[in-house]
């Protein structure tokens, strides 16, 4: 501790510390003084006078904290420790309110970090705020002098603000805000200096318009980029059980310290399905630190993508891969290195698209030598690990299906990309087409088109709607439903944009495809070997292999991909993952090859097999075999299966009846075309019915209870494409199934639909499950076709709002089957209450209403309490977590008193004090149905439980009273046992006792 005497004795140690800087050391321990009101302003002019030697200000600076005690000697040591370090870091932690209504005080508070942001700007700065009139031409001049450093001219600019009362203060404290973070080098190493520079102006260069890029327009992604819901994903089981909705991230949250899983770990996955914008929120990250934005912690940037890495055979080591895959600096590249190397937490590298990297993650092979070569896999799970550049971050994006637990093991944060919100597919569609009318009348389209909607959550389908604007404006037949007539209609758009003006009619189907064919039959055929080996970006030599051609290039579908090796020639790649499956499908449906034994592994019901040494050893880094030639298809065998179930959904889209004819136009024989229809239609019902009698059959008494296989999902949606009713009605034909579970499946809009499609066709109604996903308000709007087979619908955990609740609502009231709703976790509030009361006033054989965990308030349940007045079965009834207060609580209390049915009420954690806990007691004198009361989490205190204890004394029903952490003393507890004396058919009380000092105990 410092006393003053120790401080006295270090006296001269410190003069020597204050002066051995330059001036500028001991102006930054004055700010860091001035910061924390050690020093007064009149302190701080009387020690900032110019012309005097500094030793003798170190000296006053002495004396003057002495005189302040023991406290200001403490706060001089801090002062000089905090000026010492802060010339090591970049940036020093600020977060000022830039609106603040004390101007002066906050910039004197956060002085040291609006000092060190103003640093390299003072000269823009003075001449703004001369121009607004907040400083005159002689102060800006004296400022100006040639003898004063950057930050003394910054330091002279604040104390000008501290003593003008014009405004400056606030002028400087809000613009400050907005100045780029400053990139402060604790060393001046030129060769450093230089190669950060090179590395920004390349990601600057590379990262500045979107991959979709593809020659015919030019999407800027400054212009262009909107924001994705980007979750937290918590370890299942550690999740609070009181947690809101998933806590949701800004892209610039990135690497703050929410929601972290391992403090040790380096590692932070994006996890999100093909097209949901995994790769546009790295380029987005990367633009956004190379022109200086944010992310400025790191002072080196290295962006990989996985599906090029994995191209690299020969050995390499970190040394390697940075300079030669990346960036290459041109001086002092032992230097370089050692930097690197000696400040990791400088250091950032992101690899794109985990997925496609044909080696599965293992911890087996440990490699610790950032010069010695190894194999690129090895090398990558080393970094993942931290076992390379250990405190480096690394942001990795995946699909899904390639996260396994032991990459888990080596997180620091998960995160799930989940696309649009729909005010986000709205934002978008604004951001590209700024010119009057049109997207007001795409965004009215989507909304009459409500599977369309659902299917622009994701990003990439949003692109292709603004991309096909004009066609879906105004051609005349329906809008697209299902993903393959989007990608046909893109087909389409491509086709005619490749064409000379006016030479080809409008139309795929009036000889667009079949002119195009050879090209699209080569595209296709690239596709398909593609995906059967893993390899999705394409050499020149590979191209020429294919025979494809300039001719086939410049239809647009393979652009070239960012390369990010320096100088090589950037391989070619398609748009998106997506659009390779479909061009690999429109090759499979009009090529020889499709046997029925292809269309049974792409649509059976484990999921298309994967290879068998990659199943055996999953740990292992296996890559895929070299497979001898066996046709173009049975290439596919080796194909990750991700990419095969969207490759098989086109298939089945392809194949539907409504396409027939294009394929007719192909050349494809109407009998091939006959009997491949036919096979698809087999293999996708056998498979449902595989699925569905693969279940164990039900425990006597209790309903068949389905948990959705991997895959399930996939099939449904391939059932979809085909868009058959007859199919889908054979497919659940027989099907006796009391609950199908979906949690945790990944079901959003599009599967919604896809799924009301197949269920509706159900003869004995079930439960269905859907906890967990992101069926959202849109996604409820494509469940309503199979409402009327459901007998209860789960939905917690949904993202769904007031406007899906009330949509549900309406068509609930008339199904008939339809006896309880749990919509847990979502984003209700009193909004929906109005719907709600009808459903519970008008459903006569409704059973169970659970509503925990969202934003209702008194005002909601006053009008749910209407609705229960009216309401006579009604059983279960969760509030749990909302805010419905006294109020809230003394109109259902008054509602239920003659409730006849109502067995089961929540109110846990609703802010109810003594006044709701007397309305429930009276409630409790008169209701004969209610058994079980849940008021944990409230402010029930002692005067609410005598109540209650009174109401209980004149009740015969209630079995179970929950009323734990209510602030309930001996008094309370008292009054309880009392009553529990006259009451014979109450089985369990639960109550902690408070005691009112600090400690509680039960
Ligand atoms: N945040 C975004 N803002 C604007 N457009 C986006 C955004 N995310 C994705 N896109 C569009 O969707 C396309 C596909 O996104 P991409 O990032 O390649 O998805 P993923 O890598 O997850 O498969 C992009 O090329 C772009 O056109
Ligand atoms: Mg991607």
Redesign the pocket.
């Known amino acids: 501790m410092c006393t003053q005497d120790a401080f006295q004795a270090q006296r001269s140690q410190l003069v020597g510390l204050l002066v051995s800087g330059s001036l500028e050391g001991f102006e930054s321990v004055l700010d860091w003084l001035l910061s924390w009101e050690v020093l007064s302003w009149e302190d701080y002019e009387g020690l900032s006078l110019p012309g005097q030697p500094l030793s003798r200000l170190a000296r006053r600076l002495l004396d003057t904290v002495w005189n302040k005690g023991a406290w200001g000697c403490e706060q001089l040591v801090a002062a000089v420790r905090e000026a010492q370090t802060d010339c090591q870091a970049p940036e020093l932690s600020s977060c000022w309110d830039p609106h603040s209504p004390q101007p002066a005080r906050d910039l004197q508070s956060h002085r040291p970090a609006i000092v060190r942001r103003l640093y390299s700007h003072v000269e823009g700065v003075l001449d703004l705020a001369w121009e607004h009139g907040f400083i005159s031409q002689y102060e800006c001049d004296e400022i100006r002098l040639p003898i004063f450093t950057s930050s003394q001219r910054a330091r002279r600019l604040l104390d000008l603000a501290t003593v003008k009362a014009n405004g400056l203060a606030a002028f400087l404290l809000r613009h400050v805000q907005e100045l780029p973070v400053p990139l402060a080098l604790p060393f001046e190493d030129a060769a450093c200096k230089k190669y950060m520079s090179k590395l920004r102006s390349m990601i600057s260069a590379q990262s500045r318009f979107?991959?979709?890029y593809d020659g015919a327009e030019n999407?800027c992604?400054e212009e262009?980029?909107?924001?994705?819901v980007l979750e937290i994903r918590t370890e299942a089981g550690l999740a609070e059980p009181l947690q809101k909705n998933p806590a949701t991230l800004g892209l610039e949250e990135l690497f703050s310290s929410r929601g972290r899983l391992n403090d040790d770990a380096d590692t932070l996955l994006v996890v999100?399905?093909?097209?949901?914008?995994?790769?546009?929120?790295?380029?987005?990250l990367h633009l956004l630190w190379a022109s200086g934005r944010n992310f400025q912690e790191f002072l080196f940037v290295f962006p990989f993508s996985c599906r090029q890495l994995q191209c690299v055979a020969k050995p390499l080591s970190v040394r390697t891969l940075l300079f030669e895959h990346c960036c290459w600096p041109d001086l002092g590249q032992q230097d370089v290195f050692q930097f690197l190397l000696d400040h990791p937490n400088r250091v950032l590298l992101t690899f794109?698209?985990f997925d496609e990297f044909r080696f599965r993650f293992s911890d087996r092979e440990r490699h610790c030598s950032p010069t010695d070569p190894t194999s690129v896999q090895t090398l990558l799970c080393n970094l993942l690990q931290g076992n390379l550049l250990k405190s480096a971050r690394k942001v990795l994006?995946s699909?899904p299906a390639a996260v396994s637990a032991l990459l888990r093991k080596c997180l620091r944060l998960e995160l799930c990309?989940k696309?649009?919100s729909e005010e986000?597919i709205e934002l978008?569609l604004r951001?590209c087409h700024r010119e009057p009318g049109v997207a007001d009348r795409l965004i009215r389209l989507l909304k009459a088109t409500s599977a369309l909607h659902g299917l622009c959550h994701?990003?990439?389908?949003?692109?292709m709607v603004s991309r096909c604007h004009q066609e879906l404006l105004w051609r005349g037949g329906g809008s697209p439903k299902t993903s393959t007539d989007l990608y046909l209609l893109i087909l389409q758009h491509f086709l005619l944009h490749a064409s000379p003006p006016g030479s080809v009619p409008c139309g795929l189907g009036s000889g667009l495809l079949r002119g195009r064919l050879p090209s699209l039959l080569r595209l296709g055929r690239l596709a398909v070997h593609g995906l059967g080996t893993c390899c999705y970006v394409f050499s020149a030599k590979q191209l020429q292999a294919a025979h494809v051609g300039p001719e086939d290039i410049s239809l647009g579908f393979l652009v070239h991909a960012r390369s990010v090796v320096p100088g090589g020639a950037a391989p070619l790649e398609f748009?998106?993952?997506?659009f390779q499956c479909f061009f690999a499908a429109l090759y499979l449906v009009l090529s020889a090859d499709l046997s029925p034994s292809l269309l049974r592994q792409l649509f059976s019901c484990h999921g298309p097999r994967s290879s068998l040494l990659a199943r055996l050893l999953p740990p292992m880094c296996v890559p895929r075999p070299e497979r001898p030639d066996g046709g173009d298809a049975a290439l596919l065998q080796e194909a990750e299966p991700h990419n095969l179930q969207i490759t098989a959904a086109f298939l089945a889209g392809l194949l539907s009846r409504e396409h027939g004819g294009l394929l007719a136009e192909c050349q494809v024989s109407e009998r091939a075309l006959l009997q491949r229809q036919a096979g698809a239609r087999g293999c996708l019902s056998r498979s449902l019915h595989e699925h569905f009698h693969s279940i164990p059959a039900a425990v006597p008494g209790e309903a068949k209870s389905v948990h959705a296989m991997p895959g399930f999902v996939w099939l449904i949606r391939s059932l979809y494409e085909m868009q058959e009713e007859r199919l889908a009605r054979e497919a659940v034909r027989g099907l006796k199934v009391g609950h199908l579970k979906l949690t945790f499946c990944g079901v959003g809009p599009a599967e919604c639909a896809a799924l009301a499609f197949v269920l509706r066709h159900l003869r004995r109604p079930m439960a269905l499950q859907l906890d967990h996903n992101s069926v959202g308000d849109v996604g409820v709007e494509q469940l309503l076709p199979c409402l009327s087979v459901c007998k209860a619908l789960y939905l917690r955990d949904n993202n769904i709002s007031d406007r899906g609740v009330c949509k549900l609502v309406e068509h609930a009231i008339h199904c008939q089957q339809l006896q309880k709703l749990a919509l847990f976790n979502n984003k209700l509030t009193d909004g929906c209450a109005h719907s709600l009361a009808r459903l519970l006033a008008c459903k006569r054989n409704f059973l169970a209403l659970r509503l925990g965990n969202n934003h209702i308030t008194a005002a909601g349940a006053q009008v749910l309490a209407e609705g229960l007045r009216a309401n006579g079965s009604l059983q279960f009834l969760g509030l749990w977590g909302n805010k419905v207060g006294d109020e809230g609580a003394q109109a259902l209390a008054e509602a239920l008193r003659d409730h006849q049915s109502l067995r089961w009420l929540s109110l846990v954690g609703n802010n109810i004090g003594s006044r709701g806990a007397q309305a429930l007691a009276l409630m409790l004198e008169k209701n004969v149905a209610l058994e079980e009361l849940c008021l944990e989490e409230n402010h029930l205190q002692d005067e609410g439980v005598c109540s209650l204890a009174k109401g209980l004394e004149r009740n015969s029903r209630l079995k179970v009273l929950k009323l734990s952490n209510n602030y309930i003393t001996y008094l309370g507890a008292e009054a309880l046992l009392r009553a529990l004396e006259r009451n014979d058919t109450i089985l369990e009380v639960c109550f902690q006792l408070w005691v009112p000092t600090e400690n509680a105990s039960r």
Not at 224 to 228: C, G, H, Q, S
Not at 575 to 578: A, D, F, G, P, R
Request: hydrophobic share 35%; charged share 15%.
């Open positions: 979107l991959s979709t999407l992604l262009i980029y909107t924001e994705n999100g399905e093909a097209g949901s914008g995994k790769s546009t929120l790295l380029q987005r794109d698209g994006t699909r990309l696309g649009f986000g978008y951001k994701l990003p990439v389908v949003s692109w748009l998106h993952i997506t």
